[in-house]
Structures are given as C-alpha cells and as structure tokens.
C-alpha cells in the first residue's frame, strides 16, 4: 500500500513509472479501503490525475474510479472557489496598505501545481508581520468576519501565544488563518519577519498578483509543519508530497505508522506530546495564564465544543482538569 500511495502523489506524472503503477492497482483487492485512505491522506485530486495520465482507469473498479473523478472535481470547485474568497482579503489587505504572504495550499496550488486543483486546501493561511497582524485581523472582522472563540477570557492578553495564527477568522463557510509568525520554535522575530517579506517572491494567483515564500524559506516552512503534524499525530501524504515535490532530493521519509491511519491525533499519545510541545513553545511569562486558560475554559465555549447544553458542560468541565497531570507524566 505504501508504494501504491507514493506512486500515486507524483507530479507531474512520470511514463517511467506506469508498468510499477499498472502492477500496483492490479493487486488491489479492497478498493473501498483504498480509497478511503487516498481521501484521508488528502491526496484524492492527484491520484486521479495519475491514474487518468498513466491511462490506467480500467485497472480501478467504476464505481472506485468515479468516486476519484468527483474528489478531483470538487477539489478543482473549491480551491477556485477559495481562490476568489482570498481575493476579498487581498483587497482588503492591499486598501489598508498590508502586506501579506500566501502559506502553503494557495501558494502551492498556484505554483508548484500550477493552477490545476492538484493541491487539496480546506482554508487559506497568509502570513502578516506581527506590527500588522493584528490590524488586519481586526480589520477583516469590521468587514463582516467573525473569529472563533477564545477558549477563556484569559487568552484575550496572549492573543499572539496561543498558537502560529491569530483565531481563524470566518465568512459565509470560508476561513482564513493570519500568522504573525513561520516556524514551531520562536525564530521569527522583528529582523527575520522583515526578511522574509524583503525575499518572497511575486506569483500570480489568477489575474491577481501575490507574494509567496522563497524557495529555501518555503522548503524549511514546510519541513517544520510536517514535523509538527506528525509529532501532534495528523500526517497526511499531501503535506509530505509538498516538499518532496519542491526538492526531490530531499532525505525526508513519511512515517510507516501512519501509512494505514493518517489522523491519530485523538490518541492520548499524541495529545500528550503535542500539548507539552504546545506549553513550551509559549513564553514562561505566559505559561501559567495559558495553562490557566486551557484547563479551565468558559462554559460558553465547551458548549459549542462539545455541542451540548449548560447542564453537559458543567459535567465535562472538572474532567478538563487532568490535562494538568499530562504535564507531570
């Protein structure tokens, strides 16, 4: 199954590898199953266009095969569809006079896959400097978007710790993510933000010109952000795809172990790692109200965490409270 998927996220697609491929689908014997993970590891889109381009199609069940073709068409609606969403921030952005980067998906999509639905995408991430992020933030909300809430009261002071990107932002089932800041480790200050900015490079987004990150910068963006997912237990084919298709000779190997289950990040393993991770990554001045924050939410938001009324809430809150022997053990 592995070689299966791999070969299935190349791109453009390589003559050489249709025989191994044509093998490969042969011995599939639970579509269902494969299926269902090409769709987890986010990769639906270019295993279509794979199949499709090796001429293999009648090696995939019909019923298999038209599942793929409508995954590849809808992820070519809704990447155009998100496209013309961002345009709005753009112009918003640009009006107020703030400059923005285009992060992973938009970026990719319009670059390194030129523009064909190929790179699936769920929401845009734009990368602002700090000085300006939290303008354009409130600025996109007085056009209309609505941030999600903060899980306590007491995040409002450390709005910038709480993780890579202000609280996402949404409009009529579109979101956007604002970073202040690339990496998991806290090397984007003042200095390396201006330089970023100073060496992105113009792409073209549509007919509407944008910036994106260099290669180099891009290549370690991306690096870090698959580490990290993988570390939290969510480690798609599609964020390792990115950089093996930005340099094929990088020595970066996709884990076995999530292979046959890319999201395991509900495991208490990786709940535990990733929330320590988090912790550490927050400034020790900020620590103990984050802690604070995150143990102990606000009713109001566990209600629309857990989707249940005030009764529920007030069952789940005290049970919050072991997340702080996560960070004993």
Known sequence: MRELLLLLCHYPFRSEYRNRLSELLSRVTDWDKTVGLINAHGIIALATYNIKEAGLDEKVPHDSMAFLVNGYMKSVIRNTWLTERWKEVNTILCNAGIQHIVLKGMALENTLYE???????????ILIKRDDSLKAWQLLQKEGFTPEPLK???????????????????KDGYAVEIHDNLFNHDVTDDKSCIEVFSDAVKISIGNTKALSLNK???????????????????????????IILLDKNKSLMFPDRFISDPMQGTKKEFRKAAYKTRIHSIAPKYRLRFILG?????????KGRYRCGWFKAALIYPLRIGKLLWLIH
Not at 294 to 302: G, V
């Open 115 to 125: 523009s064909k639905g190929l790179r699936q995408m769920s929401d845009n991430d």
């Open 152 to 170: 306590s009261p007491l995040f409002r002071k450390i709005i910038f710790e709480l993780g890579h990107h202000l609280p996402a932002l949404y």
């Open 216 to 242: 180099e910068t891009q290549l370690s963006y991306l690096i870090d952000h698959f580490k990290h997912h993988a570390a939290s237990g969510d480690c798609q084919l599609r964020l390792y795809t990115d």
């Open 294 to 302: 995150d143990t102990l939410p606000s009713l109001t938001w566990i």
